[in-house]
């Protein structure tokens, strides 16, 4: 079965501080996607950023960086640098790979909501 | 580029009664993608259409329905509303196959 787990149901930070907020998964997917959304307060989820099961880069943009880690199944989120816009909750998701009958059936961690207090 | 539309912003029911939230993708994306965010239970997918079919549907009771239209928007409806239908649903939208979605502001149904 796939599964998403976000440990941290709330994280509380002084601005200017850096938050990394975990994510681990399961699937027995050899193949499969694993995403970060943003929630402000208006409800809109905004994408942030896809990864491959075979792209174990890490990669950077901006303040944020993405730590994935397939031998642990996590793919963490770091803040640098935290600003109060960064409020929001955080939702890490799952999907099977392409071709499979399900893969746009996103399984979704409940989500950290992050507060960023000035 | 207007982004993902969904309306009514809040819907307010009683209980038996039915529901019916509408959404507006991208211009441009087929595929709408339909997920509950009810409190304490994260998000749930509901439904995808795709050109217009229903493509994939996800553990929820029959009278959660909807439909694709030929311009691509799409409606949910919720017959039979029960108390536990209370959430945020919200409506994503995507091009093609691929994996990134774009979701609107979501629709805070309540049932009384």
């Known amino acids: 079965a796939q599964k998403v787990t976000q440990a941290q149901t709330e994280i509380s930070v002084v601005e200017k501080e850096d938050v990394t907020l975990d994510c681990v998964y399961e699937t027995r997917d050899t193949t499969y996607y694993l995403f970060w959304y943003k929630q402000p307060p208006s409800g809109e989820l905004v994408f942030l950023i896809r990864r491959n099961s075979f792209d174990e880069q890490n990669e950077i943009s901006g303040r944020y960086s993405w730590n994935f880690q397939k031998s642990t199944s996590s793919f963490n989120f770091t803040i640098t640098a935290s600003q109060v816009v960064d409020s929001a909750v955080y939702f890490c998701a799952l999907s099977g790979g392409l071709g499979a009958g399900n893969n746009r059936k996103l399984i979704w961690g409940l989500g950290t909501s992050l507060a960023v207090n000035p | 580029e207007a982004g993902v539309t969904q309306s009514p912003t809040h819907l307010i029911k009683t209980r038996g009664q039915q529901a019916t939230l509408r959404c507006s993708p991208i211009s441009g994306h087929t595929s709408v993608y339909w997920y509950q965010q009810a409190l304490g239970l994260g998000l749930q997918f509901l439904l995808w259409y795709d050109e217009g079919e229903e493509r994939n549907r996800g553990n929820f009771p029959p009278r959660f329905s909807g439909r694709q239209f030929p311009n691509y928007s799409s409606e949910l409806n919720v017959n039979a509303l029960e108390l536990e239908d209370s959430a945020l649903y919200l409506c994503?939208?995507?091009?093609?196959?691929?994996?990134?979605?774009?979701f609107g502001s979501g629709t805070q149904l309540s049932v009384l």
């Open positions: 994503a939208s995507s091009l093609g196959r691929l994996e990134e979605l774009f």
